[in-house]
């Protein structure tokens, strides 16, 4: 998620377990704790090879092995301190722990996916079920964090944490509900096409949860659709999009080839630019145009050779007219947006 949103979440669940004596420097706490496993990015700016950055970010830090004893260690440093982590050493042990735990937990409902149990060599879990800025996620811990603050110790402080978690949770529940809806209407449709066993993932467009997009592999590229919940009835559909399978496959012992497959589980489109060998993540943008692609190799004769790594842009993209695509499109049926009732598919961007 984005680091607005897990400074209101860190310091909402590390002010609902310490005491309320506590609450206002809990809030704090909370906020800072939550934004440490993402400051791996500094050290990461440091290496040149970006697939190297994008892959190694939600690793070490993010780490559901290695964050107790990050825990541990702060819990064990403040206490010796004296103060407030004295004062109630198992409240405070328990909303320092809860909070660094909570933040790859967070990380894993987004498509870009968390190395959870890092240094274990699995591909990133990716549930999928978030976009990475939801401001209907972002507002409950948002209202709960200042009402709290502004409460103190006040009862009604706690009412307001607590709304505020049941809020969250109640809305990360509805994520995975409508993504399942989603995907059973997938099901069909892929069926019918003979893709019933094809990969596929599922992911919400910007900002909402209510307009989904949905990817299927073939043999010589891909299968992307929408669905808005709100709007669309009737079978789902899918327009197929070519990738260069075959030169995918040719490059395979390429390393940068070899890592974005891993952290990607292979949702991968490759397409052949003036001999070079261009990579895309296709779980973040939709086609044509993707948050993250990279020139990789270089033609040599039959084969590839690796080459140093670099990002290819897309065109500036226009963010407020994609906004009001994606926003058309959740109230516009995909027969009317065909006809451009509703402007063009919706063109996304992520970031982090």
């Not at 790594?309 to 109230?331: D, E, M």
Request: with cysteine.
């Amino acid at each position: 998620m984005d680091s607005i949103t897990h400074l209101f979440y860190g310091g909402v669940i590390c002010a609902a377990i310490a005491p309320k004596a506590h609450r206002r420097a809990a809030l704090l706490a909370g906020a800072a704790l939550n934004t440490l496993p993402d400051l791996d990015v500094l050290p990461l700016q440091l290496c040149d090879d970006p697939i190297m950055r994008m892959t190694w970010h939600r690793a070490a830090t993010h780490s559901w092995l290695l964050l107790p004893l990050l825990a541990w260690a702060i819990w064990w440093w403040f206490r010796r301190r004296g103060g407030r982590v004295a004062e109630a050493p198992t409240r405070w042990w328990w909303a320092i722990f809860l909070c660094l735990m909570a933040h790859p937990l967070l990380d894993s409902f987004t498509i870009y996916g968390t190395q959870l149990f890092w240094p274990l060599p699995l591909p990133p879990l990716m549930w999928g079920s978030l976009f990475i800025v939801d401001p209907l996620f972002t507002l409950p811990w948002l209202l709960a964090f200042v009402l709290a603050m502004i409460a103190g110790q006040r009862r009604w402080g706690s009412r307001a944490l607590v709304a505020g978690l049941a809020l969250g949770v109640g809305y990360l529940g509805w994520s995975l509900l409508a993504k399942a809806l989603v995907e059973r209407k997938a099901d069909h449709a892929l069926a019918a096409m003979g893709l019933a066993d094809a990969p596929r993932f599922s992911v919400p467009m910007p900002l909402n949860t209510l307009l989904w997009r949905e990817v299927a592999m073939t043999p010589d590229g891909y299968v992307e659709g929408f669905r808005s919940l709100v709007a669309d009835h009737g079978p789902m559909p899918f327009t197929f999009h070519p990738s260069d399978t075959t030169a995918l496959h040719a490059a395979n012992q390429v390393p940068a080839v070899q890592r974005l497959d891993w952290f990607t589980h292979g949702f991968v489109g490759a397409r052949v630019v003036d001999g070079t060998l261009v990579l895309d993540d296709l779980r973040m943008g939709n086609a044509p145009e993707y948050f993250f692609s990279f020139a990789v190799a270089k033609r040599r004769g039959p084969g590839w050779v690796a080459i140093p790594v670099t990002s290819v842009r897309s065109p500036s993209r226009n963010i407020g007219a994609q906004w009001t695509a994606v926003w058309q499109r959740i109230w516009t049926p995909p027969d009317q947006a065909a006809t451009g009732k509703s402007g063009a598919t919706p063109a996304a961007s992520a970031s982090k």
